[in-house]
């Protein structure tokens, strides 16, 4: 599995159910890595997505433990176990886990490459993502260019599990 998420520079990524940023070309790399392929998110991030549906043209997989939760367009998992269960038939670089915080810190241990969004800027959040850059499970394997939106400056890295 891997990981895809963007963090502020106080490794927030969330604030009130909803992102702190809304970069166009985050956006885009984000579809574009996650299309036709498996997104993993927890309930909350399902419920903060636009009308609390599903992304399009991707296989969405929610974790709940709820055991009646259903919601339309999506394969529900009530723990590990199940999705593992769900994405067997899947390679793992065709999974990836979407957050939020709770997901993040429950699956990271199962990913093997987190990409991540870096964003050299810093907005109160809620919601906090690990601070892989000094776990010494991780290893910063690229680092793009640095970009600019509107004055936010940030760039794509990834990390890979030693
Ligand atoms: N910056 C980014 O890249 C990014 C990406 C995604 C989300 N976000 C932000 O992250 C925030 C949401 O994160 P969050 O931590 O509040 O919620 P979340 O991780 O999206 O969802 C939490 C829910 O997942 C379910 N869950 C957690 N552990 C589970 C387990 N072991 N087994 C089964 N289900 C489990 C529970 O659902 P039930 O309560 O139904 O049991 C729990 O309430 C929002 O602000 C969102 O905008 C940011």
């Known amino acids: 599995m891997k990981a895809i998420v963007a963090v502020s520079g106080n490794l927030g990524i969330g604030k009130d159910n909803d992102l702190l940023y809304n970069i166009p070309e985050d956006k885009k790399s984000f579809r574009r890595m996650t299309l036709g392929k498996v997104v993993v998110m927890g309930r909350k991030t399902l419920e903060s997505m636009p009308n609390g549906k599903p992304l399009k043209d991707r296989t969405n997989i929610v974790l709940s433990r709820d055991k009646d939760y259903t919601a339309e367009g999506v394969v529900v998992c009530n723990d590990i176990a199940e999705l593992e269960k769900a994405v067997e038939n899947y390679s793992t670089d065709d999974v990836f886990v979407i957050g939020g915080a709770e997901i993040y810190k429950l699956l990271l241990p199962l990913c093997d ?50």
């Open 113 to 162: 490459t987190a990409y991540v969004t870096e964003i050299d800027d810093e907005k109160p959040a809620d919601k906090f993502f690990p601070d892989i850059a000094s776990d010494s499970r991780w290893k910063l394997a690229e680092k793009s260019e640095e970009f600019d939106y509107e004055g936010v400056k940030y760039k794509f890295c990834t990390y890979e599990a030693k």
